[in-house]
């Protein structure tokens, strides 16, 4: 069967192609179309290898859910995956058109590369290809894969208690994260959690001059600065109160573990175009990301952004931000917190209102399972290296919710590296490595069946 | 002839308004040939009244030099005007459109309206219902009237000294600020000085995913609003090193008269919009718009602005901002303290680049001249109150120059309102007001050659 894996390769990368083209932005209301294109297309993939397919509606973008046939006494494993994708704007910094996959130097380039289009159907392909060659799969296998994962899948969230049974597995099998380097695979057991909020500080009715009115009126987009500094200090400390009571302490042997990793800051400043890295003191690069909590500001909006100068005190400021958490800590009293510290800190003669979008906890998965043992194996053949353990920083918010609903273990086995610009202008997936997921997702069917000794 | 300027009224209302159809948007390079109009259409105005009329060229927009013939022993007057304006963005905040001029309750509104082209053109109505008369006027009138007031009047500052003899005047008059309020008409002899920026901090080479790079990457919508939060304090009062070295305290016989201004906070507050007034403490509302140093942003840029979310830490983040000064505050030395500061205070991992826009010192002018006599009884005999002498916030950049270049006296002579929206959506300027103001002009030109004993 690995024969024909190589056999069908530019079939494979053909097929991802055709599906990177659809762009199926889910935050996007006028991409609606698209979206439904995007989820068609997988559906109809899924279909034509013989799987059992369902297109649920729910009320934002469809879910697909398919099975393989039951086996019995056999494992059963659940694929979880997505098929819309983040905006791709900054446009002008993109290369090649984002929705125009096009392969450099080995990397294939498009929105959706590697968040999660490439990596999902890495899953799909190995099960196409374990039906299509006649062997019947060891275990049963089922997939599930969302249209709303970039805007915080609540509808998902929703549905999942009363899809519980139709989803019941025995371990869920995550590909939406990187490898830990280059050529050095990974299995990924903690993510950190999300909240994600926008802030619109609101003063007078109207855009005021500034030369009449400066001095009187309190100018909004100064009172959102204020606001947004306070949160956070300059070493990167979030300055809301309690905010840190539920953060604990990471343990030493994991700190040590982690340190053995060739890790060089220099390096991953380079690669980010920095000239120095930036974080809470005591602590190593990979522990922030991966391990504490951090504030960042997404995006910001206040006043003239045109050409030129216009002096005025804007009426509006407004800023989009978010947390990640780190587990433990709950979204929703972040959101009380959070409340708590701006109305404490925002100055006279502007009022503010708090959008509260999409938050998830984090989450931690055992490593001490059949699961984590038989894909070390599966990646360490297709990939020729054996993986390292480790976090990511970014969220899945759907991830601890899988383990509450459907009790079952989690691997998140990531084929992406860290510079594949997810959520980035040039987003990308390196065409070996969609290959090296396929692989290893056909070999790991095998693994978690027949368990070595 | 005052009964000829009733008899005028629908004419001279029909003039302004086809003057205000062009959107002559000085910093909008996409504007250049409506600029190029208003200008046209002014200088034509002129000389179909019999001035003498020349559109002088500069790298910028051009000016429009023109004058009645000269009274041999009679005193010369100036008037200065700008026949650009602001932009006009955000649209959607406009009744009826900015250059589609109308009258609503008395008021009409479009950009340009009070500032300055209904101001401006006040006088040069008179000046021509004198020339139509067939009295010969009592002095010679120059004017100025220029197209880059809005973007900071560089070209005009440069060849002010050339063209001193052409421009050479006892009293140069302004007409492009307010009365001090409704039934209140006053005469201005103080300006604000102006300094404008704008600051970009660039941190990562591309937007990067907040979850894999949060808590190692400094976010530069962050370090920009600690760099924007570090320059004021929540009471308005200036950071900056040596900042209010040069502002000299208000004399108290001054705080006594503006004290008895019928000036109210509460009022003020409903008038723009916001539940409170703020500032800094220790200054009445009056002190600190006309005579306190401020600063302001005037709009914010950075990152997701779209709709939903987008979790990044952006690779840019821009604010413009602008201070209004006090005399013998020097632009030049303000912008020394700006750099100062923020390399002082600037965190690791981002850089930052700040663009010096226009700046001009702020400005005094003598109120015991035979200048403010003549003007205080032409005033009183159009508007019907006897005016009072107040300063004004906003800043006419040229207005210092014109003093020390030319070495004349100043009378600045508004007939807007406060609350005319000058720079913002829903400019309007009150057609009594311009009717008044055009028949105040021509009884100055009176009361300036023929003063009362």
Not at 21 to 46: E, G
Not at 50 to 55: A, E, T
Not at 114 to 137: E, R
Not at 364 to 382: G, V
Request: with cysteine; hydrophobic share 35%.
């Amino acid at each position: 069967m690995l024969t024909d894996l190589h056999a069908e390769r530019p079939q494979h990368l053909e097929d991802l192609m055709q599906w990177l083209r659809i762009p199926s932005v889910s935050s996007d209301s006028r991409r609606k179309d698209d979206v439904q294109q995007a989820c068609q297309w997988i559906a109809t993939k899924l279909g034509s290898a013989g799987l059992k397919v369902d297109v649920m509606p729910t009320e934002g973008h469809p879910l697909v859910i398919a099975e393989t046939p039951p086996v019995d006494g056999g494992p059963v494993v659940l694929v979880y995956g997505h098929y819309d994708v983040q905006p791709a704007e900054p446009l002008d910094h993109w290369i090649s058109g984002p929705f125009d996959p096009t392969v450099r130097d080995g990397d294939l380039f498009a929105r959706g590369a590697t968040d999660d289009k490439g990596q999902v159907l890495t899953h799909v392909q190995s099960v196409c290809q374990w039906m299509s060659a006649g062997n019947p799969l060891p275990l049963q296998i089922k997939f599930l894969i969302e249209g709303e994962e970039e805007v915080g899948s609540a509808n998902l969230e929703r549905l999942l208690p009363e899809l519980s049974d139709r989803l019941a597995c025995d371990c869920v099998v995550i590909s939406d994260s990187s490898q830990y380097g280059d050529g050095q695979p990974a299995i990924t057991y903690g993510l950190r959690g999300i909240a994600t909020y926008e802030l619109t500080v609101s003063g007078p009715s109207q855009d005021l001059h500034s030369g009449s009115f400066g001095g009187a009126v309190m100018n909004p987009a100064i009172a959102l600065c204020h606001l947004l500094s306070s949160m956070v200090d300059s070493d990167g400390v979030i300055q809301l109160p309690g905010f840190y009571d539920d953060v604990e302490d990471l343990p030493e042997d994991q700190r040590d573990q982690w340190r053995q990793l060739p890790q060089s800051d220099e390096a991953f400043a380079k690669s980010v175009g920095v000239e120095q890295l930036f974080g809470e003191t005591g602590y190593t690069t990979d522990e922030r990301r991966w391990a504490r909590p951090t504030f960042d500001i997404n995006g910001l909006t206040s006043g003239h952004q045109g050409e030129g100068v216009k002096t005025i005190i804007p009426a509006l400021a407004s800023a989009k931000f978010s947390f990640r958490l780190v587990p433990h800590q709950d979204p929703e009293r972040l959101t009380n917190q959070l409340r708590e510290h701006l109305a404490a800190h925002v100055p006279v003669g502007v009022a503010w209102d708090l959008k509260v979008d999409h938050g998830a906890p984090g989450m931690l998965a055992r490593i001490d399972t059949p699961f984590a043992r038989a894909a070390e194996a599966a990646i360490e053949q297709a990939f020729g290296t054996r993986p390292v353990f480790i976090r990511e920083g970014g969220s899945i918010p759907i991830v601890t919710r899988f383990q509450e609903v459907l009790g079952c273990d989690c691997l998140l086995l990531g084929w992406g590296l860290s510079d594949d610009n997810a959520h980035s202008p040039n987003e990308k997936f390196r065409v070996q490595d969609y290959y090296r997921g396929i692989e290893a997702s056909a070999r790991l069917w095998n693994e978690i069946a027949n368990p070595p000794e």
